[in-house]
């Protein structure tokens, strides 16, 4: 059973418009999110995280929600880039000796210019 | 530059073909770790190891080995390749299991 679910494969959002994208989880021990972005032939990468302690993470044009009563998680890009289009991993961090990272499905993120 | 390498970043074999992913990272990193990913599964791990000569199953590893004479090396071995194996291979690196992972390039793998 998927501990971390994307449930929307795809997603296309206009240039310069808000991409929202959401991942859930069912876990409430984990106690840190992480997104990763990845291009064609490229390995994913960091974007950005959260820990379970707050609410909201910012950086840029990109800032992760966190709503642990609802076990949900999403990515706002604001505004959105013919660049960012990619597909995006959400993943999230148990605790004690499982502090291991359980990625989701992905969802692919494509900006229309 | 601080990165992970994998080879070969395509493979083509036959089942039972016995192969060797290498993964190499050169940050001085204590965990490193396999994935794969596979259409809507997206990334499963395979193996991981918190350091020298200490490695461990992750959620998916039957039909794999791995091992970790070095720090900086973790190669990926399939003794004998099905087609259930047909997969993306993802190898990645952190300072300690809960630091973020950094990830090499993928090794596109198939089975035929």
């Known amino acids: 059973d998927q501990q971390v679910k994307q449930n929307s494969p795809s997603l296309s959002v206009q240039e310069g418009r808000i991409s929202i994208l959401n991942c859930d989880y069912t876990n409430s021990m984990f106690d840190y999110f992480l997104w990763y972005k990845k291009y064609p032939a490229e390995g994913p990468t960091f974007l950005i995280s959260?820990?379970?302690?707050?609410d909201k993470n910012e950086d840029g044009r990109f800032t992760v929600f966190l709503n642990k009563s609802a076990k949900h998680l999403s990515l706002h890009i604001v505004p959105s880039q013919p660049g960012d289009s990619a597909v995006y991993f959400c993943?999230?961090?148990?605790?004690?000796?499982?502090?291991?990272?359980?990625f989701g499905s992905g969802t692919q993120l494509t900006v229309l210019p | 530059e601080a990165q992970v390498t994998q080879n070969p970043r395509y493979l083509i074999t036959v089942t039972g073909k016995k192969l060797t992913v290498t993964c190499s990272q050169n940050m001085n990193h204590e965990y490193m770790s396999w994935y794969r990913q596979d259409p809507g599964l997206g990334l499963r791990q395979i193996y991981y190891?918190?350091?020298?000569?200490?490695?461990d199953k992750g959620d998916v590893p039957e039909g794999y080995k791995v091992s970790r004479k070095e720090k900086r090396n973790f190669p990926l071995i399939l003794e004998s390749p099905s087609p259930n194996q047909t997969s993306l291979y993802f190898c990645?690196?952190?300072?300690?299991?809960?630091?973020?992972?950094?990830f090499g390039p993928g090794t596109r793998l198939t089975v035929l």
């Open positions: 993943a999230a961090r148990g605790t004690g000796s499982a502090r291991q990272l359980t």
């Open positions: 190891s918190m350091n020298v000569e200490v490695t």
């Open positions: 959260i820990s379970s302690i707050k």
């Open positions: 990645a690196s952190s300072r300690q299991r809960w630091d973020t992972q950094y």
